[in-house]
């Protein structure tokens, strides 16, 4: 046995306060799972958010749908790493796809991220490109344009019926898509909700609260990204798109916040046998990340910024600005919304008797330096895909450039 | 068909000796298998044992808390059977101690963990103390079992729940699901790891370990099956009930004297 481990574990064992099971001294579930709802969020938020402009005919949101796409797939191809990494033995993984049991909620990730990925997010995506990925194909030079020709899988046809067939099979995509970007977040919520074992963590509402936090944590990183490329690319903001993701986040964050603060109050007033040691475990063990980071920081502080922005004539500088920290601030809220969770559904011991802890390592597979990792990986994803697949329609980069690959100065 | 055949066989040759044998056997472990058919056993083994058929048998516990004297032995025998490491955060079995105080104080700790430090002595007079022998329920209703994604972790015929760690990925939902901590992650094979029953003394004949060395038989184990099995016998001459029964996972670890601050 590690003696490291044994030196760890016998730390946190100093440390219990009041009576736990033995076993459960270890936390078996840490900070890459953690991240790894944190970024199934970040896709269906962003997937959603780009369902609006398709679903709902929202034009002035328009510069944002690609760049949610892109976002919600870098994020997507990455989500199945940090549980991989967590494993203890992940090579086994395909056990899960091959001989999956049904009666599982974790058994069913591989059918939903298929299904996501395959038949919504990919099919989409290429749908939305196809007609300039031809373009870009007889445009481009050598290696570039065999590579565009394989991704628009070969089709040639860029005819007004192909166009209007694409069109309409982005609406039926998105209208399946909304309901499936809800399965997948609303599934890793179901994998928390369903532990009747688990008081924190067996709620009903668990599934929608997870969903709604994502559909607030997939606005705010488009939001986010939109502003740093046009700013890294030095063009002007459209203010109109701006102000109205803006109005959209301040409403999902006003469910977001009515959601959590009605589970909150439910369990208050239910006085279950469990309410005693959940008291204990806010006020003891998640003070911090809970009621300063998650509901102060993440939630009232940016709902007072948005309100602010909104209420006030501020000039567009002011309202970037404001809109800037506001989606910062709601990002770090979301991340702890899912710390609260994950670790905090293990900090207290199931006899419901005593608290354990939770230390953070800095190296090895469950520690910070890779859950960094992992959460900086998709935004490498994203540049590469970014770089290949513009965000504005082909026709604004000159056919010519003589077959170069369009500039991402020259994309929104 | 072929059954049939084999059966006349194995009587034919192994009748005579094979069931005064059989019969001889039953009578000295005190008749633990008399459920099974009357007369001679059907000759399955050239010894004329009947090979271990695990649709015949329903494991359970019994566990008589008043009987407990808090020795601990359990817990030792069991990390030496089991080859759960030697340190205290890995338990397929422990020994809780309650000690409840006038003003309705409890203090519970956990006697299996070794060179602890001693509480210091409570001024408080003590209402009543008793030990709680804690290991995995084995579940009719298992959550751990359920919520495997692979299912490695399954409930044998014989009504065991039990861990394939050729199969387990590690991924410790089980652990998660399980109301009672008695699961905890194997830190040399990396795979979920838990109470058998002592499976694999059991389709021996053989009782579980820490049953073995109970000096006080307050651990009774049975078949739940078999009428004369003394686990049956202790859930008719006491008032059983079992831990954390509103989450419906139907245990088979049946407590005599379970005080209700037990969970």
């Not at chain 1, 328009?62 to 991989?84: D, E, I």
């Not at chain 1, 006085?271 to 809970?290: A, Y």
């Not at chain 1, 709601?330 to 969770?341: E, P």
């Amino acid at each position: 046995m590690n003696p490291q481990m044994t030196q760890g574990l016998a730390e946190l064992l100093e440390q219990v306060t009041g009576f736990i099971f033995p076993n459960e001294i270890e936390i078996h579930w840490s900070m890459l799972i953690v991240v790894y709802p944190y970024v199934t969020g970040l896709v269906a938020g962003a997937f959603i958010l780009a369902s609006l402009v398709k679903v709902f005919n929202i034009q002035e949101i328009q510069p944002t749908y690609r760049l949610s796409l892109l976002t919600a797939l870098a994020f997507l191809l990455v989500a199945p790493l940090p549980l991989l990494l967590h494993l203890g033995h992940p090579l086994r993984f395909y056990e899960i796809l091959l001989t999956p049991n049904p009666t599982s909620a974790m058994a069913m990730f591989g059918f939903v991220y298929a299904w996501y990925l395959m038949a919504v997010l990919l099919l989409e995506i290429w749908f939305e490109y196809r007609r300039d990925l031809i373009a870009m194909a007889r445009s481009a030079s050598f290696p570039l344009n065999v590579f565009y020709r394989a991704l628009s899988l070969f089709s040639q046809d860029v005819s007004q019926e192909a166009l209007a067939f694409d069109r309409k099979a982005i609406h039926v995509i998105t209208i399946v898509g909304i309901p499936s970007a809800f399965l997948l977040h609303g599934y890793v919520g179901f994998i928390f909700g369903s532990v009747k074992a688990n008081p924190w963590w067996g709620s009903v509402l668990m599934p929608i609260v997870f969903l709604m936090s994502a559909i607030v944590s997939g606005i705010a990183i488009v939001i986010f990204l939109y502003m740093v490329l046009t700013a890294l690319r030095g063009e002007p903001i459209e203010m109109a798109c701006l102000d109205k993701i803006t109005s959209y986040l301040f409403y999902a964050v006003i469910v977001d916040f009515s959601l959590e603060a009605l589970d909150f109050i439910h369990r208050l007033y239910q006085s279950e046998e469990s309410v005693k040691i959940l008291g204990k475990l806010i006020t003891h063990k998640l003070f911090m990340s809970l009621i300063v980071i998650q509901i102060l920081l993440g939630m009232l502080i940016p709902l007072g910024i948005l309100v602010l922005a909104k209420a006030r004539r501020f000039n567009d500088d002011l309202r970037k600005l404001l809109y800037f920290t506001a989606v910062i601030l709601i990002q770090l809220g979301i991340f702890a919304t899912r710390w609260n969770v994950v670790i905090g559904g293990q900090l207290f011991s199931k006899s419901f008797r005593g608290l354990m802890s939770y230390k953070m390592e800095v190296m090895g597979i469950e520690g910070l330096l890779v859950a960094l990792g992992v959460l900086a990986l998709p935004f490498a994803v994203l540049a590469v895909l970014l770089r290949l697949l513009p965000t504005k329609p082909h026709e604004e980069a000159a056919p010519e450039l003589g077959g170069a690959l369009p500039p991402p100065a020259r994309t929104a | 068909m072929n059954e049939r055949r084999a059966f006349l066989k194995g009587a034919i040759v192994f009748f005579p000796a094979g069931g005064i044998l059989s019969a001889l056997a039953r009578e000295a472990a005190g008749a633990e298998s008399a459920g099974g058919p009357p007369g001679p056993a059907p000759a399955g083994q050239p010894n004329g044992k009947k090979a271990y058929n695990p649709a015949d048998h329903l494991y359970g516990m019994g566990i008589e808390i008043d009987k407990c004297i808090g020795c601990n032995r359990c817990a030792v025998a069991c990390k030496a059977e089991n080859d759960v490491p030697d340190v205290p955060f890995y338990f397929r079995t422990w020994v809780e101690r309650y000690t409840i105080a006038r003003d309705a104080e409890v203090l519970v700790e956990n006697i299996s963990l070794g060179s602890r430090k001693e509480t210091a002595q409570d001024v408080r007079e003590v209402l009543r103390t008793f030990f709680v022998p804690k290991l995995c329920n084995h579940c009719a209703n298992p959550p751990c079992v359920q919520v495997c994604p692979v299912k490695a972790t399954f409930t044998t015929a014989d009504g065991a729940v039990i861990v394939d760690d050729k199969r387990c990925i590690g991924c410790r939902y089980c652990i998660q699901a399980c109301p009672y901590g008695a699961r905890y992650l194997h830190p040399k094979t990396k795979t979920a790891d838990k109470c058998t029953f002592c499976y694999h003394r059991v389709v021996k004949g053989l009782q579980p370990a820490c049953v073995e060395v109970c000096p006080t038989q307050a651990r009774v184990f049975g078949d739940l099956k078999s009428k004369a099995s003394r686990l049956v016998r202790f859930t008719r001459m006491n008032k059983i009930h079992v831990l954390k029964p509103q989450l419906n996972t139907e245990p088979k670890v049946y407590y005599a004297q379970l005080d209700g601050e037990v969970r």
